[in-house]
């Protein structure tokens, strides 16, 4: 069963460090997020990388801020009205029902979350379901190499890995992008 990141340790999810490795306004834009994007934040946590999606998007888009944790999403609540963000809506899904309709999307975020799933292709199918023709999939994943933090190696998922699984559902432009030591990107575009 692979292990599911605990809401109790959901501080660890915001740090000075972690906003100077991954600095999640301009990965988001480097993965290709517009203004006017319809979004969903897939695994969203506190809302590390849905706030900045809102602000980017813009209020006449929406962010969909997705988890399965209810702890996860109230904090993503209550940072909203903290900074008087209107255009997130936090939604509890279950493990491979991501609630959205049909293609309704226009960009996907699932970061530090597929490594967290036992069945990679029936979420894949799920993401695929909701994402619209012509959106962009991205997503964050650790280097398949462990260093001092982090899930095991068996874990981990490589670029290969995940390039394979995107070229069978059919995805076209898949590209790697390197973040840091510890992390990579993914984007991939469905046709
Ligand atoms: C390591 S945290 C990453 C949070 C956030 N994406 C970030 O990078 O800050 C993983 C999150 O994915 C959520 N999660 C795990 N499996 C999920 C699933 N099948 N569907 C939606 N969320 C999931 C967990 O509850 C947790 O909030």
Redo the contacts with the bound molecule.
Sequence with gaps: MAH??D?KKMSK?DSPQRRLEIPPLKILEVLGLTKGNIVA??????G??SIPAANIAGDAAIVYA????QE?LDEVEKKSVELGISNIRTIK?S??E?TLDDCSVDFII????LH??ENKIK?MDEITRILKAGGIFSM?EWEEQPGASGPPSQERISFKEISALLSEKGYCDINKYVISENFYGVTARKL
């Design positions: 599911k990141f809401h999810l934040d897939v695994g969203c946590g506190i590390y990388f997705l988890d399965i944790s996860m899904t493990e491979y991501l699932m970061s530090l979350v967290e799933v979420m964050i």
